[in-house]
């Protein structure tokens, strides 16, 4: 596996961030940090994210970064150019996954069905991301469609929580899931950093509940 999904793997959670500024992003990472996750995915829903995503990766090296929600070429080009270090999009876009391989970097298209999993893993996707996961039939889905893609990997987002997570976790072909229960908006725009510290730190801890059979 790819270095950077190696790690992505070892971390297992993957915060999903939306920023509304600039100032929030160094606190907040160091907040995700001190509580066990060095990773962030940071979306392009917002006009800060690409700032946002420079100010981490030149200020918080070890911090890994990924960009959300890209839709566009253009927008994988400058998450990129930012330091990000994998793409992740809604949905499968077969020129924005093509465009992203090509220049070298990790692509993680979204995909809902075995048919958009099949043409991403021949495209070069080594993991693909599965979304909205709950609403399309969560980890019951992935182990019948896993039985004929062996070799499929997934970054399972949309539903993951608290109480689910290490149902995702437990299956092997899951590298790792998405979520945002650590770091809810309302607690960013608070600057609530000690509460969000507090639970990054707690689902860690229930992340390794799994008896660290997910490492």
């Given at each position: 596996m790819n270095s950077v999904l190696q790690r992505v793997y070892e971390i297992g959670i993957i915060p999903v961030i939306a920023f509304n500024s600039v100032d929030e992003a160094l606190p907040l990472c160091k907040a995700l940090m001190a509580g066990g996750l060095p990773a962030a995915e940071v979306t392009f829903r917002t006009a800060c994210a690409e700032e946002c995503i420079k100010k981490i990766h030149e200020e918080l090296p070890d911090m890994l970064l990924g960009a959300g929600t890209v839709l566009t070429v253009d927008q994988a080009d400058r998450a990129m150019a930012a330091g990000a270090s994998f793409i992740v999009a809604p949905g499968f876009d077969p020129e924005v996954c093509k465009h992203v391989i090509d220049k070298g970097g990790i692509m993680m298209p979204g995909t809902a069905t075995s048919g958009e999993m099949q043409q991403a893993m021949n495209m070069g996707c080594e993991v693909v991301k599965f979304f909205p996961a709950e609403a399309n039939g969560g980890v019951d889905k992935l182990k019948n469609i896993g039985a004929a893609l062996k070799t499929c990997k997934w970054m399972c987002t949309g539903g993951v929580n608290a109480k689910n997570v290490n149902n995702y976790l437990g299956y092997n072909q899951i590298i790792?899931?998405?979520?945002?229960?650590?770091?809810?908006?309302?607690?960013?725009?608070?600057?609530?950093?000690?509460?969000?510290?507090?639970?990054?730190?707690?689902?860690?801890?229930?992340?390794?509940?799994?008896?660290?059979?997910h490492i």
């Open positions: 790792a899931v998405g979520g945002t229960w650590m770091c809810k908006s309302d607690k960013i725009k608070a600057g609530a950093w000690d509460e969000i510290t507090a639970m990054s730190r707690e689902a860690v801890d229930v992340m390794l509940g799994l008896q660290l059979g």
